[in-house]
């Protein structure tokens, strides 16, 4: 399968684009950044130090800078100030495609109508930008899996928002009103299926490879926030879930079709407005509700497993652990 992926590169987008590169079924045509859990340079910046980790030429471009009309406020207290919990991550040498992501995603749409799933892992920016400029530009994707959104009405920014919604609300509702039936893997599904506690960390680290060990050093202060803000037992992975489940869609345990809405109000920004009455209108969001934690485990544990380093990173120093 060929997979597009937009990303605004924070430690669990950088495992999601492990999972995308690594898998030899998945074949990735162009890696777009956007603004959202870092500035654009540092989520550009990880992108690259992770293809480089990979060992992968997938074209990386970078796009829009900040949402679509409002100021940027970044998640950097979830990610840290790099989006990578400061892990010694190799940051030379690392050179961006170019600047015009937002072309280059309507470009690739023209170039592969119809066979590439679109995946993205950060506000709805760099979409919103180019349908604007070409309305049609979803429709020319196979399917469109987003990381997004707290359909059940549990954030993590605030009470009812999940960050990738909250931090550019306009943004997803222009992509809700594209009129592309969208699938929607939600901060609900990463709580659910994609919790990494103790005992999967522990796994993690007994693989012993280089790209075990940048799982576990890039998500140190996401593991934090877990267990002091959002009271997980562990550090969650939405991106990656999301990921797998675009590879994998059998993931998916339950899903409903449903009429879908967003607030761009101040007291309610990014809460999602779901209308199930027979006068709504017409659906647009498949929500998964369910997803099968095993299988997305699995997945993780496999492309860990490769021992290659190619960016010899050099695994952070632990005491004790
Ligand atoms: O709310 C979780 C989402 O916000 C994830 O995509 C994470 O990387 C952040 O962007
Ligand atoms: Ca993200």
Not at 194 to 216: D, H, M, N, P, S
Not at 221 to 242: E, K, Q, S, V
Not at 253 to 261: G, H, L, P, Q, T
Request: glycine share 6%; aromatic share 6%; with cysteine.
């Amino acid at each position: 399968m060929k997979l597009v992926i937009d990303t605004d590169t924070g430690s669990d987008d950088a495992v999601a684009l492990m999972l995308a590169l690594g898998n030899p079924k998945v074949s990735v045509e162009l890696i777009t950044t956007v603004a959202g859990n870092v500035p654009l340079n540092l989520a550009t910046e990880n992108a690259l130090a992770t293809v480089a980790l990979m060992g992968s030429k997938v074209p990386v471009y970078s796009g829009m800078a900040k949402p679509i009309t409002r100021e940027l406020h970044t998640a950097q207290n979830v990610h840290g100030p790099d989006g990578m919990s400061g892990a010694q991550i190799p940051r030379t040498h690392l050179k961006v495609d170019g600047t015009d992501g937002v072309t280059q995603l309507i470009e690739i749409s023209k170039k592969f109508p119809g066979e590439l799933t679109l995946v993205t892992l950060g506000p709805l920016t760099n979409i919103a930008a180019a349908l604007l400029q070409d309305p049609q530009m979803l429709h020319r994707f196979k399917d469109v899996y987003m990381m997004a959104g707290s359909p059940e009405g549990w954030g993590n920014v605030t009470p009812s928002a999940e960050f990738n919604v909250w931090c550019d609300p306009e943004s997803f509702k222009i992509v809700l009103n594209s009129g592309k039936r969208l699938i929607m893997v939600g901060w609900n599904i990463s709580r659910d299926a994609a919790v990494i506690g103790a005992e999967e960390e522990a796994k993690i680290r007994a693989i012993g490879t280089a790209r075990a060990a940048y799982v576990i050093d890039i998500n140190e202060t996401l593991a934090i926030f877990c267990r002091d803000i959002t009271n997980l037992p562990g550090f969650d992975l939405p991106d990656p879930i999301t990921v797998a489940i675009a590879i994998a869609p059998e993931m998916i345990r339950k899903s409903e079709f449903v009429s879908m809405d967003v607030s761009c109000s101040e007291e309610m920004r990014g809460t999602l407005i779901i209308d199930r009455r027979h006068t709504a209108p017409a659906p647009n969001v498949d929500v998964v509700w369910e997803a099968d934690r095993d299988m997305f485990l699995n997945s993780l544990y496999e492309v860990c497993k490769d021992s290659s380093n190619p960016a010899n990173y050099i695994p952070a120093q632990r005491s004790g652990k």
